[in-house]
């Protein structure tokens, strides 16, 4: 694969790589243009069938934002690849990349130990060890987490989690099947992981914050319920990284 790419270069590096390729995406795009997409290493993964095709309920789909390919990036087997169109099933844990041939269109399961992390409709993923975090309570065999904040101090992370539930659907005559959230967040610092379900487990970690957490907690309630992702990556920002950086000066 690396030593194919390296050898197409050295030969049209004179006519195509000065003044054209200066970002490393349009570079790596040129690549799967050159050798088809079909030759990427994406292909190392299993065919995805959609068994629940027509049998979701009211749109309460097992996918992170859309039920429809989102637009993003992946860093697979040490190689990332830009443009890709992907979906990530939240109830399996598990990206999912559609890729054409010349021919037909394919949806690839990628394996998840291959996978460093990816971005899709401009949200980043890492994926992190089991056994990094098992001493965290459970966290629902999470392995990718979405990082909504991310400093030299800490990492605030999301399990973005969906749960199946079967129901009637409207006619009485057939199972269908509706996906409920099951989030959580997760603190990654000082070489620990914390659960946090509550302002309280936040207390537990900075109890020199009690104070500004609990007043953090009552003037944003609103942002809490509506945009309960941004409520914790603001509570960070403004209460817990200044105070953090107030103890390193």
């Not at 570079?27 to 799967?32: A, L, P, R, T």
């Not at 957490?213 to 609103?222: A, E, G, H, L």
Request: charged share 30%; aromatic share 14%; net charge positive.
């Amino acid at each position: 694969m690396h030593k194919k790419k390296s050898s197409i270069v050295f030969l049209l590096v004179p006519f195509l790589f000065f003044g054209q390729l200066k970002e490393e995406s349009k570079y790596y795009n040129w690549f799967d243009q050159v050798l088809g997409q079909e030759h990427t290493g994406l292909y190392n993964g299993k065919w995805y069938l959609d068994f629940d095709v027509n049998r979701i309920y009211d749109n309460r789909h097992a996918f992170f934002r859309s039920d429809e390919v989102l637009m993003g990036s992946v860093t697979y087997s040490g190689q990332t690849y830009y443009d890709i169109k992907m979906k990530y099933n939240l109830e399996i844990d598990r990206l999912l990349v559609q890729l054409k041939s010349s021919s037909t269109a394919s949806v690839i399961k990628l394996i998840p130990d291959k996978i460093d992390e990816f971005v899709i409709d401009g949200s980043r993923f890492i994926r992190i060890d089991d056994r990094e975090v098992e001493k965290a309570e459970n966290i629902l065999n999470t392995i990718f987490y979405e990082v909504l904040l991310e400093t030299e101090d800490l990492f605030l992370l999301k399990s973005n989690k969906k749960v199946r539930n079967r129901r009637l659907g409207d006619t009485g005559d057939r199972m269908v099947y509706e996906f409920t959230s099951a989030n959580r967040y997760i603190l990654s610092c000082n070489e620990k992981y914390y659960v946090v379900k509550s302002k309280y487990d936040i207390v537990k970690i900075y109890p020199e914050l009690k104070k500004e957490i609990k007043q953090f907690y009552t003037t944003n309630k609103i942002l809490k319920k509506s945009e309960p992702d941004r409520f914790m990556k603001r509570l960070f920002e403004k209460v817990v990284q200044p105070s953090q950086l107030n103890k390193e000066l």
